[in-house]
C-alpha cells in the first residue's frame, strides 16, 4: 500500500540544475551477506546518498537515466523528484529536484531512454484528481507541462517501446468515507520527442459493477457511505508491462488486473489466492520469545505491493512481492487480532475450526497475530470458520493467465533466522527480536529484475528488517535463492536514539521502497548496479553485482 503521506510540499520553486553539497550516508561496517553455497552472484553497497531525514519517506521510488547518468529519486516528505549524479557510483551527489507544486506529493517516477520523464501527482486532498508532470531527466529540473489522471495516482511505468506511459491510480476513499473515488488506469500517449504529452485515456473498472461480473476470490469489502460499486473498491497499486498489456496489482483487492494498452480496456482480473499455513508455515508471534516458524490452522492473503514481468519461452511471468496490507481508516478498520475476536461485538472462533481455543488464541501462539475480519465468517455470520491474515512474506511467480507457478514459501523466514538471529523480523525504525512476527513479518514490497549472462534475476527488498532477497527467475517454476545483502547496523536502534539525526548516518539502510536494475552495459562504472530508494533512514544506495565462483554459505533451502 502506498506510505501516507500527511507532509506537504516544502516549496513549490522548481530547483535547476545547480550543485547542491552533497551528503553521503556512512556504509555499514560490516554489511550482513548471507549466500547459497553455489551463489553466482555477490552483491555489496559501494555508495550512499543521505537525505539527512528520518522516517518521513524522503527516498522512495529510485528509477535511473543511462545517458546523463542520473538517478531520480522520489522524495515524498519535500513533495519532489531528487536528482543525483551517480558518474562516480560511490559518491553519488544531488545536483538538482524537480517539484509539482505547493501542496502536492509526488509517488512515483519513471524515464525513458530519451530522458522524458513522467512523475505521479498526488494533490492535497488525495480523493481529488491527481496529475502526471514531465521533464527532461538530463535537463535542469524544468517541468515541461502536466496532465490530469485519476485519483491518488500510485505509480507509473513506461512500456519497453517507449510509447505508452501507464498509471495506477489507487482511488482510496476518505478517511470518513465521504467520498470514495473510482480506481482507474491511465493510458498516456508519449510523443517522439522530449515533451509533454497531450493525450490521455482511462481504463476503468465500471463494466465490473454489474451482478456476477467480477471473477471469484476477488475481496470486495469495507463499504458504505459514498462507497457502494465494484470500481469505487478496487484499488490499484502498482504497474507493470509486457506485450502491449499492463498487469496492475490490486493490492487490498488481492488480485491484478490486466489492461491492453492500445485500447486502454481492462480485460481481466484475476485473484492471486493465498498461502495456506497448515502447508507454509510461519512465524506469528512477537511474545514466544524465540524463532517459531510453524503450521498453523490460517490463510493469508498474498496481496502484492510492487510487481515485475518477463518473458520466457514466448509466455509473460509476473513476479509479485506478497507484502500483504489492511484497510484502517476513521470510519471503517478490518483489522483485528485473532485473540479479539469473540470479544467487543466481533464474531468468535468456531469451536470446530481449532482443536484448543484458548491455547491457539494466546499471546506466544496465534493471539497477537493481526488478521482481517472481513473474511471467513460462516453462511450465517456468527463465526469464523476461517481465519484471513495479510501477506504471504516471501514472493510468488504467475503466469500471464494468472496461474501460480512458484511461490518461496517460508524460505524467506528461514534464512533471516539464519542470517541475523538475533534481529530475526526486526521492525525498520528500531532493532529488535521479532517485532513484526506478529504483523507481516519481513514484508517483503520492492522487486526489480535483472538480466546477468544468461540468467534473470530478481532482486526484492524487505521493508521491515532490511536488505534485498536475491533469486535466479531463469525458470519462473523453480526460482532458486542467490544471496541476502542488508546494509543494516542493527546496533543503532533508531527509536532508543536521543540524537536521531546523529545516529542516522550509522545506521545504514532503512525501510527499502524502490529499486532499479542498472545493466553493466548501461553503468557508470561498467559494472552491474542495484540502486535502492529507502523510505525510514532517506537514503539512495548503490550496490554493485559481481559474478563469482561458487562459495561456501547457507545450506540449501527449497520451496514448494
Request: glycine residues 8%; aromatic residues 8%; charged residues 20%.
Amino acid at each position: 500500500m502506498s506510505f501516507r503521506r500527511s507532509a506537504v510540499a516544502l516549496c513549490a520553486a522548481v530547483a535547476t540544475g545547480l550543485n547542491i553539497a552533497p551528503a553521503h550516508a556512512a556504509l555499514a561496517a560490516e554489511p550482513i551477506t548471507h549466500s547459497a553455497p553455489d551463489a553466482a552472484l555477490s552483491v555489496n553497497p559501494i555508495g550512499s546518498h543521505e537525505s539527512g531525514i528520518f522516517d518521513a519517506s524522503a527516498a522512495e521510488i529510485v528509477t535511473y537515466h543511462p545517458a546523463s547518468q542520473r538517478v531520480l529519486t522520489v522524495n515524498a516528505l519535500s513533495g519532489s523528484v531528487d536528482i543525483l549524479d551517480i558518474s562516480d557510483p560511490t559518491a553519488p551527489q544531488l545536483i538538482g529536484s524537480v517539484h509539482a507544486g505547493e501542496d502536492t506529493t509526488i509517488n512515483s517516477v519513471a524515464v525513458r531512454a530519451d530522458g522524458l520523464a513522467v512523475a505521479t501527482v498526488e494533490p492535497g486532498v488525495k480523493t481529488d484528481p491527481g496529475s502526471v508532470i514531465f521533464f527532461d531527466a538530463a535537463g535542469d529540473g524544468t517541468v515541461l507541462d502536466s496532465l490530469p489522471v485519476g485519483s491518488l495516482p500510485d505509480m507509473v511505468t513506461v512500456t519497453e517501446d517507449g510509447a505508452y506511459a501507464v498509471v495506477a491510480n489507487e482511488g482510496e476513499p476518505a478517511e470518513d468515507y465521504s467520498v470514495d473515488p473510482e480506481g482507474s488506469v491511465s493510458v498516456i500517449t508519449l510523443p517522439a520527442d522530449v515533451a509533454a504529452a497531450t493525450e490521455v485515456r482511462s481504463a476503468g473498472f465500471e463494466a465490473y459493477n454489474a451482478p456476477g461480473a467480477l471473477p471469484e476470490g476477488i475481496r470486495i469489502f469495507g463499504q458504505f457511505g459514498d462507497s457502494t460499486t465494484v470500481a469505487q473498491n478496487l484499488e490499484p497499486e502498482y504497474v507493470t508491462t509486457s506485450g502491449g498489456k499492463a498487469y496492475v496489482s490490486l493490492q487490498e483487492n488481492n488480485a491484478i488486473a490486466v489492461v491492453d494498452i492500445a485500447t486502454a480496456t481492462v480485460e481481466d482480473i484475476f485473484p492471486l489466492g493465498t498461502v495456506d499455513l497448515r502447508e507454509v508455515p510461519m512465524d506469528i508471534s512477537d511474545k514466544d520469545d524465540t524463532v517459531n516458524i510453524a503450521n498453523w490452522p490460517i490463510n493469508s492473503f498474498r496481496m502484492p505491493d510492487a510487481i515485475e514481468s518477463y518473458v520466457v519461452g514466448g509466455t509473460t511471468y509476473i513476479v509479485t512481492t506478497n507484502e500483504g496490507d489492511a484497510r484502517d481508516w476513521d470510519a471503517y478498520s478490518e483489522e483485528a487480532r485473532v485473540k479479539d475476536l469473540g470479544k467487543e461485538g466481533l464474531a468468535p472462533i468456531c469451536e470446530d475450526a481449532v482443536d484448543d481455543m484458548a491455547e491457539f488464541q494466546a499471546d506466544e501462539n496465534a493471539g497477537r497475530l493481526k488478521i482481517t475480519t472481513a473474511d471467513g465468517l460462516n453462511a450465517d455470520g456468527t463465526c469464523y470458520e476461517e481465519i484471513y491474515s495479510y501477506g504471504g512474506r516471501g514472493f510468488s511467480i504467475f503466469d500471464q493467465f494468472g496461474d501460480l507457478v512458484f511461490n518461496s514459501d517460508d524460505v524467506f523466514e528461514q534464512i533471516l533466522a539464519e542470517a541475523v538471529p538475533e534481529y530475526f523480523n526486526s521492525n525498520h525504525s528500531e532493532s529488535t527480536f521479532e517485532g513484526r512476527s506478529d504483523d507481516k513479518g519481513p514484508e517483503p514490497e520492492g522487486v526489480a529484475l535483472g538480466e546477468i549472462g544468461d540468467r534473470t534475476y530478481a532482486f526484492i527488498g524487505l521493508e521491515r528488517i532490511g536488505g534485498v532477497m536475491v533469486y535466479d527467475v531463469t525458470d519462473p517454476s523453480a526460482a532458486e535463492f542467490v544471496t541476502y545483502v542488508n546494509n543494516r547496523d542493527f546496533s543503532v536502534s533508531m527509536e532508543d536514539e536521543a540524537d536521531q539525526a546523529a545516529a542516522l548516518p550509522a545506521a545504514g539502510d532503512l525501510g527499502p521502497e524502490g529499486l532499479t536494475f542498472i545493466p553493466a552495459a548501461d553503468s557508470p562504472n561498467e559494472k552491474n548496479l542495484l540502486v535502492v530508494g529507502n523510505e525510514v533512514s532517506g537514503t539512495t544506495t548503490i550496490f554493485q553485482i559481481d559474478e563469482v565462483l561458487a562459495q561456501p554459505g547457507l545450506s540449501s533451502l527449497s520451496s514448494r
